[in-house]
């Protein structure tokens, strides 16, 4: 299992709610959350197969930035 860890602009409630579909619907994804009380808002993503790319990808389908940071 893999962790990847992202700086978003993802920054409160509603727009956790606008990905929530994005990540939810992809069964690769086995877990992820967004913490909005960081400065950098940190996207968490724990998958078994998806790179760091995809994760990326999926976030900007959604409308929003993702910047992969080192944990």
């Known amino acids: 299992m893999k962790n990847y860890h992202f700086k978003t602009n993802i920054n409160c409630g509603g727009y956790i709610a606008v990905v929530t579909p994005f990540f939810d619907k992809n069964p690769e994804i086995k877990s992820w959350k967004v913490d909005i009380t960081n400065p ?19 976030v900007i389908k959604a409308g929003y930035k993702a910047e992969a940071v080192n944990s």
């Open 40 to 58: 950098d808002k940190i996207l968490t993503v724990e998958t078994e197969s998806l790179s760091e790319d995809a994760i990326k990808s999926i």
